[in-house]
């Protein structure tokens, strides 16, 4: 008597995440499944394995530390390979020092005004209008022009970022080259403007780095010195994660407000509770499916699942951030639930270094957003909307809306 085969839990990943992340947390919390890529790595789904996973140093970021065949992520020329996203201490450490200096609290405090004025000169521009496209009106150039602003990128150069980026995280089945140019691309670009930078330093962050790559923090060499790859990688990794994980926090805050009109009205009623509505609408649909992968050092047990040394690991803090046993009701989005501990942005040592920019971007949006349009609303229902075709990124390709 033959069986039919049974549905793998993880089947419709990408169409439906929260009710495959659902299935998953109930049924098989560490599953093995087939990575972006094909090759197989392990998927953890449940909050407290997750979380302790973030910042379990047993899980290493370093790709040599990956088996053969196992899912290794971006393949990235060495230039652009030297980052955060792929070390360890001690490396992590030197550099995460240094980079975390242009996002302190006074620095970022600063940029609110421009932020702002940025904001406010975008939506004036669709005003007249009457409709738009949020996510290529407003949530994607909001983000690239203060962070490219940070960095001191020239604004000509800023929509040929989108087009980048959008090929690395979501690549394009049918085009299967595109994300190959785009690093070609990046690569030649960041060349040139260090080139540009060291011959005429400016007020931004490129220079302060170029300044610790050549000279040492505070004219040392040594430890706190940059390599030339290190330099070009982290240049890199702050303009890729600085704008794409803003651009899917904002479309999709102002979608859940949008599919919730109650929690639009209170947010309305009362401003204040913004920055707490922030980190509700990060737990709720936070940009990150996928945290970067990692590689255990020695056979580890993860929720009583023990995976063998060298294999790929996948922490889903989207997942974790919607389990019933760390948020009750998670499947509902709350604007006065007490949203602190969500993973959306990280955990541990690896915690997003410019996560005080993104909370600032997004809350500045929205906020200027809402004053400006009491009558904002969906154009198309909404499931003719339609997400990115990825495993890593949650984001909307469109948000169309009326004013």
């Known amino acids: 008597m033959s069986h039919a085969p049974q549905p793998d839990p993880a089947d419709g990943l990408i169409d439906d995440p929260y009710a495959v992340y659902a299935r998953l947390r109930d049924t098989a919390p560490v599953h093995r499944v087939a990575g972006p890529d094909g090759s197989p790595a392990w998927l953890v789904t449940r909050y407290d394995d997750v979380r302790a996973a973030l910042a379990d140093p047993r899980l290493s970021l370093d790709k040599s530390r990956a088996l053969p065949g196992s899912y290794r992520g971006f393949a990235l020329p060495p230039a652009l390979d030297a980052n955060l996203l792929n070390m360890d201490p001690p490396d992590h450490t030197r550099i995460r020092r240094l980079v975390g ?28 209008l009457g409709r738009a496209d949020l996510v290529a009106a407003y949530a994607a150039p909001l983000p690239i022009t203060v962070i490219c602003d940070l960095l001191g990128v020239p ?54 780095l170029i300044a610790v790559r050549d000279e040492g923090e505070g004219g040392r060499a040594g430890e706190d010195r940059l390599s030339e790859d290190e330099l070009m990688s982290l240049a890199f990794l702050i303009l890729l994660g600085g704008y794409e994980n803003t651009v899917q926090l904002i479309g999709n805050a102002v979608l859940a407000l949008l599919r919730h009109p109650d929690q639009l009205a209170a947010l309305r009623a009362d401003a204040s509770q913004l920055p707490a509505a922030v980190e509700e609408f990060m737990r709720y649909d936070g940009p990150v499916l996928l945290a970067i992968r990692r590689f255990p050092l020695e056979d580890v047990t993860i929720g009583g699942v023990t995976v063998p040394a060298g294999e790929t690991v996948l922490l889903s803090p989207s997942a974790a951030d919607r389990d019933p046993r760390r948020y009750p009701d998670a499947d509902r989005l709350d604007i006065t639930r007490d949203a602190s501990g969500h993973l959306a942005l990280g955990h541990g040592i690896h915690h997003c270094v410019g996560a005080p920019l993104a909370r600032l971007e997004t809350a500045t949006a929205l906020a200027a957003l809402l004053e400006r349009f009491p009558r904002l609303a969906l154009a198309v229902p909404p499931g003719d909307l339609r997400w990115r075709p990825s495993m890593r990124a949650r984001g909307l390709l469109a948000l169309p809306v009326t004013f």
């Open 101 to 128: 200096k242009a996002f302190t609290s006074r620095r970022v405090e600063s940029l609110r005004a421009p932020i702002r004025r940025t904001a406010d000169e975008l939506l004036d521009a669709v005003e007249p």
């Open 155 to 208: 604004a000509g150069h800023r929509p040929d970022f989108r087009v980048w980026t959008d090929a690395l995280v979501a690549p394009d089945p049918a085009r299967p080259q595109a994300a190959k140019e785009a690093v070609v691309a990046m690569l030649g670009f960041f060349t040139q403007l260090l080139a540009e930078k060291r011959k005429e330093p400016a007020e931004d962050l490129l220079s302060d």
